[in-house]
């Protein structure tokens, strides 16, 4: 019976359609604003499929856009990075924005000018915004852009006026995929080794982990180790449901 349901669940996920990235599925938990690059963590909250594309920017949220993006300009008034997915990456993961996968240099395709960058955090405070988009200028097409999480350490959401400034795009919920902190100084900041490395906890209960203050700390270097996380209550009514339905099938085969 196991192995037949092991079977089952192996042909469930091999037929089931490429995973479109939600807000929350990834979130930031550390950031290095004097660094040489400045940098930041990623930690995957659900499943990634290779080829997902994922952008970074310190432009700040205007209420209609990103700050100084434009048809030609393809980094606003301050930095655009770009992370591909090379290979699946599963939920826990921590992945560095030094690695390899992130594009730091080069054109951004569909503009004159603008390149692709490390972002380079104001140690007065800054945002980082992750958000899918076109490959062709993804910081001005608004109309196809994802928003996935956004991580503030200036103390407050306001609609972006300088490069310390930013609000908070449609489809991000505050204290829950827009976290503000009041930690606008020279150096990192991280959540707290202690809360990553406690019990297992769904997608929204670690998102609600991370936007409490006191779990996260100044300090370096940023995290790396995996944390534990385990699928959303409607993700095993999901998997049983499609479960029922190969074994309906297989039944019927038989």
């Known amino acids: 019976m196991f192995k037949r349901l092991f079977v089952l669940a192996a042909v469930a996920a091999a037929i089931a359609p490429a995973h479109a990235l939600t807000a929350g599925d990834i979130a930031i938990i550390g950031r290095i604003n004097n660094g040489s690059p400045d940098s930041f963590a990623v930690v995957a909250l659900t499943n990634i499929a290779a080829g997902e594309v994922i952008y970074f920017t310190d432009n700040g949220w205007t209420g209609t856009g990103f700050r100084g993006a434009s048809a030609t300009d393809g980094d606003g008034n301050e930095n655009l990075t770009k992370w591909t997915v090379a ?53 001005f097409n608004t109309a196809v852009q994802t928003h996935l999480y956004l991580l503030d350490d200036s103390n407050g959401f306001e609609a972006a006026s300088s490069s310390a400034t930013g609000g908070v795009p449609t489809g991000l919920t505050f204290g829950s995929t827009a976290v503000t902190l009041n930690f606008s100084s020279g150096g990192g900041i991280r959540v707290k080794s202690s809360v990553l490395a406690g019990p297992a906890m769904d997608k929204t209960q670690w998102l609600s982990t991370f936007a409490i203050a006191s779990n996260w700390e100044a300090g370096t270097p940023l995290p790396t180790a995996s944390i534990s996380v385990v699928p959303e209550p409607e993700s095993y009514a999901l998997l049983l449901a499609g479960l029922a339905g190969l074994a309906f099938v297989a039944r019927r085969r038989a």
């Open 87 to 139: 290979a699946p990456v599963a939920a826990g993961t921590v992945v560095l924005s030094t690695a390899a996968s992130f594009k730091t240099s080069g054109a951004i395709a569909g503009t004159t000018s603008g390149s692709y960058a490390s972002l380079a955090l104001s140690q007065s405070g800054d945002q980082i915004y992750a958000f899918q988009g076109s490959a062709n200028n993804p910081l």
